[in-house]
């Protein structure tokens, strides 16, 4: 789905960041990536996946928990020159290698998929700007509301709107072209 490709670019993107900062000694610049990646694993994907993690769809389950163990096996070897007892026990609890992340290969990226990146990066300032809109308004989350329409000039598909409806709690999500809004 539209979460298993983005968390996928997200972490190609991330390695192909952290290498850079790491062949020109930018050691914050790695960290920082790294933690940017991590945090929108553990907040986006991860919480956006759990009942997917639970869920009796076997197939998606399947599916869900394979990315998460390439995207964790991935981010220990990334993690390992800076945390290495965090990334050898990531490793250890994940692979049946039975060797050390230490003496694995730097991961190798290939080219993030842009379109992915940037159609989340606006699901995700959609969400933020209807949430707040809902804030402002005194209406909780918990209350599901009938209908939103979204206004954006990048052409969202509707695994996209599902994600926006799922985290604002609506009913609908419509879609026009234009400036970005909430109403």
């Known amino acids: 789905g539209a979460l298993d490709r983005w968390i996928r ?30 945090t929108d694993l553990s907040q986006w994907y991860i919480r956006r996946s759990r009942d997917r993690f639970r869920g009796e769809n ?17 981010t220990s070897r990334m993690i390992a020159p800076f945390v290495p007892f965090m ?6 609890e994940i692979s049946a290698k039975g ?16 379109g ?8 995700r300032v959609l969400v933020s700007l209807a949430l707040d809109a809902r804030m402002s308004a ?25 994600i926006i409806r799922d985290e604002v709690n609506v009913l609908e999500v419509v879609y026009e072209d234009g400036d970005r809004d909430i109403v």
Do not use: C
Request: glycine residues 6%; proline residues 2%.
């Open 9 to 38: 670019a997200r972490l190609s993107g991330a390695v192909i960041e952290v290498t850079k900062a790491m062949e020109t000694y930018e050691i914050s610049s790695a960290t920082r990536e790294i933690q940017e990646f991590v």
């Open 138 to 162: 005194g209406v909780s989350v918990r209350q599901i509301l009938g209908k939103l329409n979204v206004k954006t000039h990048v052409g969202l598909g509707h695994e996209f709107l599902d």
């Open 99 to 114: 060797d050390s992340v230490h003496l694995s290969e730097w991961p190798e990226a290939s080219n993030p998929d842009g």
């Open 116 to 123: 992915v990146l940037k159609d989340m990066e606006e699901v």
């Open 87 to 92: 990334a050898e026990h990531i490793w250890n």
């Open 58 to 74: 076997t197939l998606d389950k399947a599916v869900a928990s394979r990315v998460l163990f390439e995207v964790l096996e991935t």
